[in-house]
């Protein structure tokens, strides 16, 4: 069992910036994050593992970067050059075993 706190979304102008944070219960192997526009199906944004390693999505690649700090047990998303397509609701997410956990969203709105 987790619990996945989000923070640090917000209203942005076109490329502005803003910083997901993601504050775990405990530490874990895996945590990403997710978005999901209206209308549209939940996508993935970005994951990093424990050794460091990250994917991320075709998207948002050279643009935004997630990072953790094990001793807090917190992943971070650092937003660069937003667009109105990132517009959506952002999910901070893990896997323990077979089950995944889900943080309650937090909006990221970019619009001039």
């Known amino acids: 069992q987790v619990q996945l706190v989000e923070s640090g979304g917000g209203l942005v102008q076109p490329g502005g910036s803003l910083r997901l944070s993601c504050a775990a219960s405990?530490?874990?192997?895996?945590m990403g994050w997710y978005r999901q526009a209206p209308g549209k199906q939940r996508e993935l944004v970005a994951v990093i593992f424990a050794g460091d390693n990250t994917n991320y999505a075709d998207s948002v690649k050279d643009r935004f970067t997630i990072s953790r700090d094990n001793a807090k047990n917190t992943v971070y998303l650092e937003m660069n050059s937003l667009k109105p397509e990132d517009t959506a609701v952002y999910y901070c997410?893990?896997?323990?075993?077979?089950?995944?956990?889900w943080g309650q969203g937090t909006q990221v709105t970019v619009s001039s």
């Open positions: 997410y893990t896997r323990i075993l077979t089950k995944d956990y």
């Open positions: 405990r530490s874990i192997y895996i």
